[in-house]
């Protein structure tokens, strides 16, 4: 709980004396490059003082171009994870509660993340539409399928628009694993147990060649990829004992 506390802490302070300056700065330029590197910086830093590391497999699968990398999700250190672990710029979709706050929403407005309401069809297709034009900007996305953390830690039915936005793009789909996130800090919990978080990326699969009406046997295809992925881990654990 002390390392908790003490990454909050640095995380709280680096916005105030870092960011607020980096935030003034990305709105003058026009430009957001710097803020996500630093915004970067600081969110690893502040993992790594809660003793959170960050290891990757397969990152040799991850296409040279932009791609929509989509998880699993069991836990609220999941997108930092990705955004350490990913060894590119990556946008998300969020919950548009977040963006209520004013120092947090401009970071993630300038930052290019996209508020997704998930009450709203409309609003939830307008979404898939401005992430289709970031990911034309070059800019790759993370995106959770399945909407929500799974309590339980298992795979949960994933949703379509994920699938929906990689056909509109043309782009790739890069399955991922989250491993170990769900043991370091659960659903309900606030308090951060040390520890490692895996990130295995799975070879990519190409969107292009399906119809927007096909879109839920690509969302198969990855959904498969990704459960294969948290398997590894399961065959691993059963060998073992």
């Not at 960011?19 to 830093?45: E, F, K, N």
């Not at 999700?73 to 548009?96: E, F, M, Q, W």
Request: aromatic share 8%; glycine share 12%.
């Amino acid at each position: 709980m002390i390392r908790t506390f003490l990454g909050a802490a640095f995380l709280g302070l680096y916005i105030i004396v870092v960011g607020l300056p980096i935030i003034g700065y990305s709105l003058l330029s026009g430009t957001s490059d710097v803020l996500y590197r630093w915004g970067r910086w600081g969110i690893g830093a502040s993992m790594r003082i809660a003793g959170v590391r960050v290891r990757t497999e397969g990152i040799e699968n991850i296409p040279s171009g932009v791609c929509i990398f989509a998880a699993n999700h069991v836990s609220n250190l999941d997108p930092p994870a990705a955004l350490i672990g990913v060894p590119r710029r990556i946008s998300y979709l969020a919950k548009k509660e977040i963006f209520k706050y004013p120092i947090v929403g401009t970071a993630l407005r300038l930052g290019k993340i996209v508020p997704v309401d998930r009450e709203n069809r409309e609003e939830a297709i307008a979404s898939i539409d401005h992430a289709v034009g970031i990911l034309a900007e070059g800019i790759s996305f993370f995106v959770f399928p399945e909407g929500h953390r799974s309590r339980d830690g298992s795979l949960k039915a994933f949703k379509k628009g994920t699938f929906v936005m990689a056909i509109q793009a043309g782009m790739p789909v890069v399955p991922v694993s989250i491993l170990g996130s769900g043991e370091r800090m659960p659903k309900g919990r606030l308090a951060i147990a040390p520890g490692e978080i895996l990130l295995r990326f799975g070879a990519p699969i190409e969107s292009k060649g399906y119809e927007v009406d096909e879109r839920e046997e690509l969302l198969e295809r990855v959904r498969a990829a990704v459960a294969a992925g948290l398997q590894q881990r399961n065959a691993a654990q059963t060998g073992g004992s």
